[in-house]
């Protein structure tokens, strides 16, 4: 079964590059025709851009379109959309939505964002406030999503919304594809510690939703922005970085600076470098172990270790700098960086970006929660909030 | 910098070889039987390591040629993994990896050929004599060779020597006027003299070893390889080996503490529901995981003959590993509770074992001096 797949992959991919060579075609042009190939999301069904085989072809049809000059940027470009919605479209849309956007997702000609946190619920998701009412065919959407990435270049956005407040806070959830040009959305950036704006904050005053951009069922809404989550790590290639790069090439940078004389600072240095070496194989290992169907614990480690030991090296090289390390030489420019800004070139910059690695994609206190729980088998927290209607839970 | 050309995948070979470790030391590796074997004279479990030569598992390293399995340093490291889950007090490191790879590199054909085959069945214990008195590797040891008619005479003390005391022959590093040399000195050799040593660790025997003249045919000078070379790798393999043995400890030490704070109930809850426990056993995984990446690499690393890229693994795996080790056994102390400071809890056994390993050829300090200095840095 498997060699069956592999020709008919194979099969396609020639077909794709016989037809648009991967270096000669512009990009959205390519990205189109590789949808139409059933080469964007292989595992999808026939017709809406994959092939209905194993999901573990996609990262060799990747790999080589980019040997043959061909580009990836759009699962970057657009990761809400072609990394998350469109798995949630597929297992919770319907044909008509799929049909109507999988395709221009792909080619980047609309944009996705996501529309989850909320000021009110960060770490408790769940806990969400955003109300969207029922008035016949249509939802009427108020509220405010934060850390919406893409916002201001999106067409479209991925919302979950408290449909009832009387019922348990997961029980009470509706998600939607709402439209980010309709009246009564308004999308402010959102500045970080850095001075820049890599994400925004969504506001709804009395937006209106067709019934027909709901994913799921009413009240089904944990169930559908799980989904989303899940497709967080859809694979992208598996690229691991190579040695030495990261955060610790800016703390070897500014030793480098130094006159190279202090034993204790050299030693953390190499303390440190060591742990990135080790998380690095450790991320080969996850891997290899994902590649094989086997993944074990080393998997489920490596966001949190990366978030910490990132925090601790950058700011170990912003040490190292002595009183260089009192200095912004960017400056804080208030501007929009592009999405690669979690990996600059700028030692001080990547200090104070590192800071929110802890935080977003789940605080290391959730990853520990997560960890003890799911892989330790540790039982969980008594839980105040089970069982009540989500009106009656306290809120700050 | 590096070619990753072995694969952390284990093969089908090596998952039968985990398997019957696994029975074979929960039927040998109990803590009765450890605590039994620590309180004997020896400090030695000489049956199970009877068992282990049967089972083929002294010679893994060895060329099929001097009765060996031909096996890779994968597979050795594997087995001081299992073992150094259960504290298995058996001289694996002393013999299977230390003695073993310094006569492989340093023995004359008809030296391996005399010892090697008895060393694959167990019946041969080696051990690696190349510290001075207190216990620093440097160039010079402390035990001095001077040539005497046919042969020599070594004058001196070696330090620390791992399962000294119990060793059929001792691998000796000595000085000469010509720079140093290795001799395979017999354990029973006139003028040796092999003081235990009272050790922090009682699952892993050391010995103070010292050479008031003793005499040895030129047949006793290992003169198959380049000393410095087969001293310096034959080290190197120790140094992983210990790595791979502390991810065993510090895995099975975790799980230890990971199932007492599932039973465990204070405040009328199970402790491991607790963020304040539940966090730092997280974390112990984390650690953990990283450790073990770093060991398996160096492993790799030895197995496929990678002569640039072990100092680096093996300095990176000794130095995490050891830390790491030490962490997660000094939580599960803390984690047990007054319990977990009791001789009878098996606690103390693996912080001991973290502890001592943690310094047993070179500290996590010694080991970043060195990748530094491979490094460039």
Request: charged share 25%; glycine share 10%; proline share 4%.
């Amino acid at each position: 079964m498997s060699t069956d797949e592999r020709a008919r992959v194979e099969g396609q991919i020639e077909a794709l590059f016989a037809s648009h060579p991967p270096a000669d075609t512009p990009h959205p042009e390519f990205w189109g025709a590789q949808f139409d190939h059933g080469l964007a999301w292989v595992q999808f069904p026939e017709g809406f851009g994959g092939l209905g085989v194993s999901p573990r072809w996609q990262a060799d049809i990747n790999r080589r379109i980019e040997e043959a000059g061909g580009s990836i940027r759009n699962r970057f470009n657009n990761v809400l959309g072609v990394g998350m919605g469109a798995g949630t479209l597929i297992a919770h849309g319907s044909e008509e939505l799929q049909r109507r956007f999988l395709r221009p997702m792909f080619t980047c000609e609309e944009i996705w964002c996501q529309l989850f946190s909320e000021p009110g619920a960060g770490s408790d998701l769940a806990a969400l406030s955003t109300t969207a009412v029922r008035e016949g065919d249509t939802w009427i959407v108020n509220g405010q999503k934060v850390w919406n990435t893409l916002a201001h270049l999106a067409k479209w956005g991925l919302l979950v919304t408290r449909t009832d407040p009387d019922v348990p806070k997961h029980a009470g959830l509706t998600y939607f594809v709402v439209d980010m040009e309709a009246d009564g959305v308004d999308v402010r950036p959102l500045y970080q510690i850095t001075g820049e704006a890599e994400f925004n904050e969504v506001y709804f005053d009395d937006v209106h939703i067709p019934d027909s951009m709901r994913l799921g069922e009413v009240g089904e809404g944990w169930a559908v922005s799980m989904t989303t989550l899940m497709n967080e790590r859809v694979a992208i290639g598996g690229h691991v970085a190579p040695r030495g790069s990261g955060a610790i090439s800016h703390a070897v940078n500014a030793w480098e600076q130094t006159d190279k004389d202090d034993a204790v600072a050299r030693d953390q240095l190499l303390a440190y470098w060591v742990e990135a070496e080790a998380m690095r194989l450790t991320a080969i290992r996850a891997g290899e172990a994902a590649k094989r169907g086997t993944p074990g614990p080393e998997g489920s480690t490596a966001k949190l270790h990366w978030a910490d030991l990132n925090k601790s090296i950058t700011s170990f090289a912003i040490d190292l700098m002595g009183a260089e390390g009192m200095t912004y030489p960017q400056g804080y420019d208030f501007s929009r960086p592009d999405l690669t800004a979690n990996r600059t070139e700028d030692p001080h910059k990547a200090f104070l970006r590192a800071r929110a690695n802890s935080i977003e994609g789940g605080t290391s206190e959730i990853m520990k929660n997560i960890l003890g729980e799911r892989v330790l088998g540790l039982p969980g927290e008594p839980r105040v909030d089970k069982n009540v209607a989500w009106r009656d839970v306290p809120r700050s | 910098m590096t070619t990753m050309t072995i694969s952390f995948a284990e093969t089908d070979e090596q998952q039968q070889l985990r398997s019957m470790l696994r029975d074979f030391l929960a039927a040998r590796g109990t803590s009765e039987r450890v605590r039994e074997v620590m309180a004997s004279d020896t400090g030695v479990d000489d049956a199970a390591w009877k068992e282990l030569g049967e089972y083929g598992l002294l010679g893994l390293t060895i060329p099929e040629e001097y009765g060996g399995a031909g096996s890779t340093f994968v597979e050795l490291a594997l087995v001081l993994e299992e073992a150094g889950k259960r504290l298995l007090p058996v001289p694996l490191l002393s013999s299977a990896v230390l003695g073993t790879a310094a006569l492989q590199l340093a023995a004359t054909d008809e030296q391996k050929q005399q010892w090697l085959p008895q060393v694959a069945t167990g019946g041969l214990r080696l051990a690696l004599a190349h510290l001075d008195q207190r216990g620093r590797m440097t160039s010079d040891p402390g035990v001095t060779a001077r040539r005497d008619g046919d042969g020599w005479v070594l004058e001196g003390v070696a330090g620390y020597v791992v399962d000294g005391r119990t060793a059929d022959l001792v691998v000796t590093a000595a000085t000469t006027d010509d720079g140093l040399v290795l001799f395979a000195v017999a354990g029973d050799a006139d003028g040796l003299t092999r003081d235990a040593i009272p050790a922090l660790d009682l699952t892993r025997p050391l010995a103070t070893l010292r050479y008031d003249g003793v005499r040895l045919g030129t047949d006793a000078l290992l003169d198959g390889g380049d000393p410095m070379t087969a001293l310096h790798d034959a080290v190197a393999a120790g140094v992983v080996a210990i790595a791979c043995e502390q991810v065993g400890g510090a895995q099975q030490v975790l799980e230890m503490t990971t199932a007492y704070a599932r039973e465990r109930i204070q405040f009328g809850r199970k402790i491991g529901s607790f963020q304040a426990v539940k966090h730092r056993l997280a974390e112990g995984l984390v650690k953990l995981e990283a450790a073990r990446s770093a060991a398996l690499h160096a492993a790799r690393a030895i197995a496929a003959g990678d002569k640039q890229e072990v100092p680096v693994a093996a300095a990176m795996a000794k130095s995490l590993c050891g830390e790491v080790y030490e962490a997660i056994a000094a939580d599960a102390i803390q984690l047990h509770g007054g319990i977990g400071f009791t001789w009878e809890h098996d606690a103390h056994l693996y912080f001991k074992r973290a502890k001592a390993t943690k310094l047993l050829l070179g500290d996590p300090h010694l080991h970043r001096r060195l990748l530094g200095d491979v490094l460039g840095l």
